[in-house]
């Protein structure tokens, strides 16, 4: 679904790099957020934000932060990226209101590989 | 502590074999629930839905699920499977016990030998 695009597609970086993974959308929602994907694991939620000036933790926000930049906008950073890290890392977003209410749309993802 | 689980956690069925995807939650209150799936090399896009009402829903490409409040289930099922449905199957819950935010199980991997 090319309403949420996320770049890069695919990353391989080494422990202690600073990465930022970007994500743009054109739906027109006010809320974004970011999972990463693990084997066995499902979706954990790392932040979301439901406006421009609204950022919150989710499960697993140690070691990531992130920056609304506008409302289409939502990136994420790996201050000092780690091994354990390495996933595959979604944006998704969702409107509060109207026919989409609650579903979530989703990018196509970011694979992140740390050594 | 509030939780998705998909017992399933690798499928593999044959053409034109039934299918049943456990997912049991844990949330109290008022939920919503989803099914998620992701195609090899794919996002993950909407299957089906829940938020209130008939609690069998129907979904794209012949799926469905049902959801059982006493059990706290939400399985999905597809009579009749294809190769093309190949692909990573996530429920997904929100509560408003839980912040409205959504929780995915850990997924069920499917495939379906042609």
């Known amino acids: 679904d090319a309403d949420v695009t996320q770049t890069p597609r695919n990353r391989i970086t080494k422990t202690g790099k600073r990465i930022m993974l970007e994500c743009s959308q054109t739906?027109?929602?006010?809320?974004m957020y970011w999972y990463r994907q693990d084997p066995g694991l499902g979706l954990r939620l790392i932040y979301y934000s439901f406006d421009v000036k609204d950022i919150n933790k989710g499960e697993i926000s140690d070691g990531y932060s992130v920056s609304r930049q506008a409302q289409a906008k939502f990136s994420l950073s790996l201050e000092s990226a780690i091994p354990n890290q390495t996933a595959l890392y979604f944006c998704?977003?969702?409107?509060?209101?109207?026919?989409?209410?609650?579903?979530?749309?989703f990018g196509p993802g970011t694979r992140l590989t740390v050594l | 502590a509030q939780s998705v689980s998909q017992h399933n956690h690798h499928v593999i069925l044959s053409e034109a074999a039934s299918l049943e995807l456990g997912c049991n939650y844990s949330y109290g209150g008022t939920v919503n629930l989803f099914w998620y799936v992701q195609y090899p090399g794919q996002h993950l896009q909407l299957l089906l839905k829940?938020?209130?009402?008939?609690?069998l829903v129907k979904g794209i490409k012949g799926f469905e699920a049902e959801f059982i409040k006493s059990k706290f289930s939400f399985n999905l099922r597809k009579p009749s499977v294809q190769w093309s449905d190949t692909a990573e199957y996530f429920c997904a819950v929100k509560s408003n016990n839980a912040g409205n935010m959504l929780t995915f199980g850990g997924g069920t991997r499917l495939m379906v030998k042609p």
């Open positions: 739906k027109g929602h006010d809320r």
């Open positions: 829940y938020f209130s009402g008939d609690p």
């Open positions: 998704a977003t969702s409107d509060h209101q109207g026919a989409s209410y609650n579903e979530q749309f």
